[in-house]
């Protein structure tokens, strides 16, 4: 058995920072401004009209999606390194807000696609390796919530989790070149300098949410954890 | 570890794996079984179109190859679960990567004897003319299977150990196949074809970087996986 980092089993609680409190508010509240302000600044589209509003929570769920996942890799390696279980539990929680943040990106995706392509569902190069990233994460949570041993699930979801990285790339080329070879796919990808402004905001707001929700699922797992091993000393009969 | 001392491991491993193997035969029966009702659902769900069929073969071919090799993987732990062999086996002073390099061997071959079955059955049954481009159809099922046994052998080692394995396996491992699938169905279309475009060689080449990087990922990773 590996020696792993534990904290003092006699703290009963994870010490609350004093900013937690004020975290979902400022998130909250950032986010109500940034989509306020792409509500406000923005001039309908000339082809969408105004469903061109979607795009201040798509765009940035999906980059947010993406940090999230850099987390998730970065949480692994650290892991596996440091043998310190925070940082399983910090991937653990980037990876539950990845999957949220994916989820929410495809629904918006299919349902701004729905009226703008005339259908829910394309096999779009990058519709496709999200959905990918989608079902990977959700493998990852699932092996986690199949291993009840935490030391074992804290290693083995970090090797699952640096694979499931790696694959990113894979995963992206691979569809792109599958694409190409059918009929090539274009997106405008350019934006307007309209909404350029009330898109920086809301990735920024997003970040903001981004980081309460990890932060708050963080504490989750700890606490989960702590639980977790007062039932192991109290199985073993230990006060 | 001395390099004469980890291929004799890895021989070993796999020569105890194939040797259980041969002497029950059930599991090679069950997945080539496996592989031949899938073939044949496969045709019944595409109707009998032989022209659809046709287009349709490379990827009903590797479909049919991931859905049954996925059943070969956690027996390939099974063995070793039921005893606490694993434990004994991890007692041995030296790297773990043999054991893990052990069993892939041992999988490759098992897939690859399963397809050298179930790939004519599939030549009938959608009449696909696999005589001419058999070289290439080889390397290219080759090079797919590799891939396609690393991911396996690795998850398997973590799903056969977990209650609802058979859930497991197929959750962890079918997402990251979904490249391989893409390249290799490619690499298949177009060795079948003629291939006018000349895309043949860019599917292999990502088959290739694919078998690269995982079997390279896998090696150094499985000791955190395989540890008790």
Do not use: C
Not at chain 1, 68 to 96: C, H, N, Q, T
Not at chain 1, 216 to 225: D, K, N, S, V
Not at chain 2, 29 to 39: E, H
């Amino acid at each position: 058995m590996t020696q792993t980092t534990e904290s003092p089993p006699t703290r009963e609680t994870p010490a609350v920072a004093p900013m937690s409190a004020l975290w979902p508010v400022i998130a909250l509240l950032a986010l109500a401004a940034a989509q306020a302000f792409g509500f406000l600044t923005s001039p309908p589209d000339r082809d969408m009209g105004h469903l061109q509003k979607i795009m201040y929570v798509h765009v940035p769920a999906a980059w947010n999606a993406f940090l999230a996942f850099v987390v998730v890799f970065g949480g692994s390696i650290l892991y596996l390194w440091k043998r310190d279980e925070r940082w399983d539990l910090l991937a653990a929680a980037a990876a539950e807000v990845a999957a949220v943040l994916t989820a929410l990106t495809i629904a918006l995706g299919s349902i701004w696609g729905r009226p703008t392509w005339g259908v829910w569902w394309t096999w779009d190069p990058r519709l496709t390796s999200t959905a990918i990233l989608l079902v990977i994460i959700v493998g990852y949570l699932a092996l986690r919530s199949f291993v009840d041993e935490p030391e074992r699930r804290a290693r083995w979801s970090a090797a699952v989790g640096i694979l499931g990285a790696l694959n990113v790339p894979i995963v992206y080329m691979s569809v792109r070149w599958w694409r190409t070879l059918h009929q090539p796919q274009s997106l405008p990808s350019t934006v307007d300098p309209a909404y350029a402004w009330g898109l920086r905001l809301n990735a920024i707001a997003f970040l903001v949410l981004m980081i309460w929700l990890v932060r708050a699922r963080y504490r989750a797992a700890t606490l989960e954890r702590m639980r977790e091993r007062a039932d192991e000393r109290e199985a073993l009969g230990r006060p | 570890m001395r390099p004469r001392l980890a291929l004799s491991r890895v021989l070993a491993m796999a020569w105890k794996d194939l040797t259980t193997e041969r002497r029950g035969k059930a599991g090679f029966n069950a997945v080539v079984f496996m592989g031949a009702i899938t073939l044949l659902m496969f045709g019944f769900a595409l109707g009998p179109d032989a022209a659809a069929l046709r287009t349709a073969a490379a990827g009903l071919l590797w479909l049919t190859v991931l859905l049954s090799g996925a059943l070969a993987f956690n027996r390939s732990y099974e063995s070793e679960a039921e005893a606490g062999a694993m434990d004994a086996l991890l007692l041995y002073p030296g790297s773990r990567w043999p054991i893990f390099a052990g069993k892939l061997l041992a999988n490759l071959i098992f897939v690859l004897l399963v397809e050298a079955i179930t790939v004519p059955i599939a030549a009938v049954l959608y009449d696909i003319p696999v005589l001419t481009p058999l070289p290439g159809l080889a390397g290219v099922l080759f090079l797919g299977t590799l891939g396609f046994v690393t991911l396996g052998t690795y998850y398997a080692a973590m799903a056969s150990r977990v209650r609802a394995r058979e859930v497991l396996l197929p959750l962890l491992l079918f997402p990251m196949l979904i490249p391989l699938l893409v390249a290799a169905v490619g690499a298949t279309k177009a060795v079948l074809t003629s291939d006018p475009m000349g895309y043949g060689a860019a599917w292999i080449k990502m088959l290739a970087a694919f078998d690269i990087v995982f079997l390279a990922a896998t090696f150094l990773t499985f000791e955190y996986v395989i540890e008790e």
